[in-house]
């Protein structure tokens, strides 16, 4: 099993860029999430799935869209850049949400300027 | 929203010396909670979670973590902490089996040999 995988691990775009963070999990699991990493606010969540064709908002959503045509894939789409998503982005997978283990991908090193 | 608090940032220690970490967590019902670990390099892996039963969950490489409902605490401990254990913990609890996870900002612990 390759786990959680994500592409490209480090990106930098221009200001107003958009671009796609791929996400994939090859355990079937339902539950799939995307976080922001940023130095002393820990982990904050951007949007999650709960299964292919369904997805929500975390708690910052904003200028991020996302969607589940796979119960394997979880793309991430900034839709125009801003320097204020400069991060590391973090995928995670898990079979269920509630008191499931998630299991996280690499992540992202997203630089925007 | 739920908000969870690590209030230690940076902690330095020295090998075989005790640790403890504070969680604490706002939300007053039903809640999953965990501990993960991100080792340099490394992605964020699970290292305990309490969802129900005793209160005193044990996880690997030798940490536990000790549930206290009436102080909405979630402390991790080691008794006795090594050069491996240097990494960021970061604490994370779900309410009431929905679908999202908080995060604490993280401590980042650091083992002298």
């Known amino acids: 099993n390759a786990g959680v995988t994500q592409t490209p691990k480090f990106q930098v775009l221009k200001t107003g860029q958009s671009m796609t963070l791929q996400c994939a999990q090859d355990m079937n699991h339902e539950y799939m999430s995307w976080y922001r990493q940023d130095p002393g606010m820990g982990l904050r969540l951007i949007h999650y799935s709960v299964g292919a064709g369904i997805t929500d908002q975390g708690e910052v959503p904003n200028g991020y869209n996302v969607s589940r045509s796979t119960t394997e894939d979880f793309p991430l789409r900034l839709l125009s850049a801003a320097p204020s998503q400069t991060s590391v982005y973090f995928c995670?997978?898990?079979?269920?949400?509630?008191?499931?283990?998630?299991?996280f991908g690499p992540g992202t090193r997203l630089t925007v300027l | 929203a739920q908000s969870v608090s690590q209030h230690n940032h940076h902690v330095i220690l020295s090998e075989a010396a005790s640790l403890e970490l504070g969680c604490n967590y706002s939300?007053?019902?039903?809640?999953?909670l965990f501990w993960y670990v991100q080792y340099p390099g490394q992605h964020l892996q699970l290292l305990l979670k309490?969802?129900?039963?005793?209160?005193l969950v044990k996880g690997i490489k030798g940490f536990e973590a000790e549930f206290i409902k009436s102080k909405f605490s979630f402390n991790l401990r080691k008794p006795s902490v090594q050069w491996s254990d240097t990494a960021e913990y970061f604490c994370?609890?779900?309410?009431?089996?929905?679908?999202?996870?908080?995060f604490g900002s993280g401590t980042k612990l650091n083992v002298k040999p």
């Open positions: 309490y969802f129900s039963g005793d209160p």
């Open positions: 995670a997978s898990s079979y269920s949400s509630g008191d499931n283990e998630q299991f």
């Open positions: 994370a609890v779900n309410e009431d089996n929905f679908n999202k996870f908080y």
């Open positions: 939300y007053g019902g039903t809640v999953n």
